[in-house]
């Protein structure tokens, strides 16, 4: 029998988001499922969409409050840990890491969602855009800054864009180094991938696909609500379910952080050439099938 080789962490990441050190104290319980992605790629839909198979298509859940970012630095990790470790229910956490700087766990459920990422800049433009004052304060001002703070963004989306792209995610992080850490591991028999647009596509085929893959029957007597309840008109009306915090860090609140739920926005405002320049990136930064499966959902 082939024997697995499970990753292990290699270094800590910290910066004015994250604190991987969180993980370190984690302690981890075998049906634990943890949602990941670079950001911006339809972590909280996947969010609701398990936290609907969890509980059997109930509403009013507190998903985001339920399901929390385990790295953010923000709450500290005394706040943070303790809250976790008094959930009842399966639990489902989020992380934004690349695997390299996770506590990995080989019980665990891992479900990695890629979007193309010129959908992922536009999303994340409109989520900074529209952050107010108290979101950049806890970035910026609470204990345990690593890092340049995390700076507003200029009035042009473009300009956001060659930026993220010239200087490897900034101000962020870098997808590259996200997504060929998560495709790496891709085969695991712990982790599934996943992409926006096959969520768009077909969203009751990748459900079953997740039920399947959690090891949650379907009752198929909740279907259509847990169908609803997935609907990108659901998630906007009852945004502040779902999104961090109520949507308090928003202007606008959380419909703002539900933003569009549409992809190729980016087509109407770059060139051909603009455009042409994140497929040369990636396609340096990226295996082919890999940059291949990140822009279609393919492979
Ligand atoms: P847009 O900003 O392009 O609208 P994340 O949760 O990783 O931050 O991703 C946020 C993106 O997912 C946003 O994209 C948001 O609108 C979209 N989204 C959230 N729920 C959705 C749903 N049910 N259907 C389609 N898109 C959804």
Not at 43 to 57: D, K, Y
Not at 155 to 170: N, P, T
Not at 212 to 228: C, H, Q, R, V
């Amino acid at each position: 029998m082939k024997t697995i080789k499970w990753p292990v962490k290699k270094q800590e990441l910290q910066s004015n988001h994250f604190d991987s050190t969180m993980w370190n104290d984690f302690k981890f319980r075998d049906d634990d499922i943890v949602i990941s992605t670079y950001a911006k790629s339809g972590t909280t839909w996947v969010q609701q969409i398990v936290s609907q198979l969890i509980f059997n298509g109930e509403t009013g859940l507190p998903v985001a409050e339920m399901s929390p970012w385990v790295d953010l630095r923000v709450p500290p990790k005394h706040v943070k840990l303790p809250a976790i470790e008094a959930q009842n229910h399966r639990r489902f956490l989020k992380t934004h890491l690349p695997v390299e700087n996770l506590n990995f766990s080989p019980k665990a459920k891992y479900i990695y969602i890629g979007r193309d990422g010129r959908d992922v800049i536009w999303s994340m433009y409109h989520h900074h855009l529209n952050a107010n004052d108290k979101f950049y304060e806890a970035l910026n001002e609470s204990p345990g800054l690593v890092g340049p703070k995390i700076e507003r963004p200029g009035d042009s989306v473009v300009e956001y864009y060659h930026e993220w792209l010239d200087k490897d995610g900034y101000p962020i992080w870098s997808l590259w180094d996200n997504v060929n850490s998560w495709w790496a591991i891709k085969d695991l028999p712990n982790v599934l991938m996943l992409h926006f647009n096959n969520l768009k596509k077909d969203m009751p085929g990748e459900i079953r696909k997740i039920a399947a893959f959690l090891d949650i029957p379907i009752d198929e007597s909740k279907w259509n609500d847990i169908l609803t309840h997935c609907s990108f008109e659901y998630m906007k009306e009852n945004a502040a379910e779902s999104a961090p915090l109520g949507g308090a860090f928003w202007e606008g609140g959380a419909k703002t952080f539900i933003n569009k739920g549409t992809n190729g926005r980016w087509k109407d405002l770059l060139s051909e050439e603009e455009a042409a320049k994140y497929d040369k990136i990636a396609s340096e930064k990226l295996l082919p099938e890999c940059a291949r499966w990140l822009k279609t959902g393919e492979y």
